[in-house]
């Protein structure tokens, strides 16, 4: 067992370093403005299974430089998924999505709504989770306070009751965010001018309209190289699984 963990812990070591050296020399690469070698190291590095916020953050600022605004903006979409507080990237993202063509721009969402969906994206599923294990620990410890009557306090029974409320609206929370984060997949469209068709076939009769890149689209099914996609406002075309790539 032991020689087992030495070995793990030694390839573990081996890949922490390759993963250290091609991100610094990608970075090194960034600050020289060679964005394109940048970009084939940090996506060589998704490719191996890494995965991280600033990963995410310099692939994206590499695809802005080099005027790829559909995959700056999946990059930067991808970082806040891992960081959804970082005001650099929530502004670089800004920036980069002010660069979209013809932009849909749905009405103002009712004052309510848009303060809890703000405000459940600022955390995510795991900080959520974390934040829901210790509220459900705070109560069960102080419902047994006021069970076996440790202390003689009667304000300790109001405290189990709002505990237990904050309980339940932190798990239908974090429920909302599980099934915001699996249940619906998103893609961002990485090719300008993409052709949207009536269905999964060529043909010129059967092109709908064009969408430019950095457009988030929600997905509706695959088939072979093609993907169904809904838009924003409602409209439904199939586009080749090449020019989109999954949030």
Known sequence: MRKWITLLVFFSNVFSKDFD???????????????????NIYESI?????????????????YFRQNQIGQSIWAYN?????DPRNEDLIKNLSIAEAK???????PDEFYFVKVYGNFKSRYTLKEWLLAGGIIVL?????FLISEFQILNNWNIVRVVKVLMLLT??????????????????????IDNQVKAYSGPFYGDNSILFNINEGTEVM?????????????????????????????
């Open 78 to 82: 991808k970082a806040l998924k891992m």
């Open 168 to 189: 339940v609206m932190i798990h239908l929370v974090t429920l909302d965010k599980f099934f915001d984060d699996n249940d619906v997949k998103l893609g961002i469209i």
């Open 100 to 106: 979209i063509k013809d932009r849909i721009i749905l």
């Open 21 to 39: 050296e091609n991100f610094f020399k990608a970075n090194n690469y960034y600050n020289n403005s060679k964005y394109l070698e940048s970009i």
């Open 219 to 247: 997905i509706k099914q695959n088939q072979k190289n093609w993907t169904e996609i809904i838009l924003l406002d409602g409209k439904r075309a199939w586009i080749t699984s090449n020019n989109i790539r999954l949030l």
């Open 138 to 142: 705070f109560t069960v410890v102080s």
């Open 46 to 62: 998704l490719a191996e299974g890494w995965e991280s916020s600033n990963l995410y953050y310099n692939l994206g600022n590499s």
